[in-house]
């Protein structure tokens, strides 16, 4: 056991010294371009059965830990979240028609924007992830019931005002559409605060620089009701050691 986790330590610092390397002296975008080539360079002596990625479908003798906990496919860059996420809108029948995307992941982004079987929207405000466009979520300009499925990932605990952000969220979903929502979670009552301004005031109250609250499951639940979708399930999977899943919990949303 001790040997396996000294691999696994060395894989996680060797991955983190290359990737703060490489920020350091490749253009950024020179890297978001040739990301998948570097990623599979990378990742060659890495190749297996004994694990697989759910994205990029490639097997693994192992995914790469990180150091916030969570682990990373060595060549795509998926999270678990990530695996997951891809993994249930596949098996569920979620990828058809017009799909509205918040701020998605690279691997994902590349996968759904050359699907034949979408029409894919994806959006980022803050101009830091791969995107087609900066939709501010308070204000979409699109018509009422206009996406089949709205991806909707850790983006809630950024918006001050999150009702406005669920009303759009339900005005531009189609009748019988799919939002598929996550946040950090934590027990008890909703805790926000937006006297809170500066990155280091809301590090310390909600765990990052540029959240504004955490919600309880039940709390966002019920906000989510409040503000138009009535039909809203919580939905926890347990982790899955072959796919790299670690246990989380969504919300699914429908009108």
């Known amino acids: 056991m001790f040997h396996i986790l000294k691999r696994l330590l060395y894989f996680s610092n060797m991955y983190q010294t290359l990737k703060k390397f490489a920020l350091s002296v490749v253009p950024r975008k020179f890297l ?16 297996g059965n004994k694990y697989e990625c ?52 690279r691997s994902v982004y590349r996968l759904l924007k050359k699907n034949p079987n979408i029409t894919y929207f994806s959006t ?17 300009p699109l018509e009422n019931n206009f996406f089949d499925l709205i991806i909707c990932y850790h983006i809630l605990e950024h918006i001050e005002d999150d009702k406005k952000a669920m009303e759009e969220l339900y005005r531009v979903l189609r009748p019988n559409g799919t939002c598929i929502i996550q946040t950090p ?14 990155p280091e005031e809301r590090l ?30 919580i939905k926890t999977f347990p982790t899955n050691k072959r796919y790299g899943f670690m246990e989380e919990t969504v919300l699914i949303a429908k009108k």
Not at 35 to 45: N, P, Q, S, T
Not at 132 to 139: G, K
Not at 187 to 196: A, L, M, N, R, T
């Open 32 to 47: 978001i371009e040739n990301e998948v080539f570097l990623r599979a360079i990378f990742a060659f002596h890495l190749r």
């Open 124 to 140: 980022d405000f803050e101009d830091e992830f791969l995107a087609d466009y900066r939709y501010d979520i308070t204000q979409i």
């Open 185 to 198: 979670f934590k027990e008890g009552d909703i805790y926000e605060g937006f006297s809170k301004k500066t």
């Open 204 to 233: 310390e109250a909600f765990g990052q620089e540029d959240h504004v609250r955490i919600y309880s499951l039940q709390t966002l639940q019920n906000r989510l009701k409040e503000n138009g979708f009535q039909n809203v399930e």
């Open 54 to 105: 759910t994205v990029c479908g490639h097997g693994l003798k192992k995914f790469i830990p990180i150091p916030d906990g969570d682990l990373l496919c060595p060549f795509c860059g998926s999270r678990s979240r990530t695996r997951r996420l891809y993994s249930f809108i596949n098996e569920n029948d979620l990828i058809h028609g017009k799909a509205l995307h918040f701020s998605p992941s």
